[in-house]
């Protein structure tokens, strides 16, 4: 188990490398966890969308939030 998560995220850095290299944004998704979340900051993650930040939600709620994170 310890190997398969060791290849995950070597892999995972490979790939953010890359993506880096070629100028392109980096969006991951289905972020559950602080330690998942600060690898990926650590990596130059764009932007990052999950369970940590938020949970799935009505379009109403939605936009109660941004209009409160728009007026701070």
């Known amino acids: 188990m310890a190997m398969l998560l060791f290849l995950n995220l070597y892999l995972s850095q ?3 490398h890359m993506l880096k290299r070629m100028h392109k ?3 991951c998704e289905g972020v559950e966890t602080e330690v ?21 939600m009505c379009i109403g709620d939605f936009e109660t939030v941004m209009h409160i994170q728009n007026a701070v």
Do not use: H, T, W
């Open 36 to 56: 998942i979340a600060d690898f990926l900051k650590n990596e130059g993650c764009n932007e990052i969308q999950g369970f940590l930040y938020y949970r799935p």
């Open 25 to 27: 944004s980096i969006v």
């Open 14 to 16: 490979k790939m953010f």
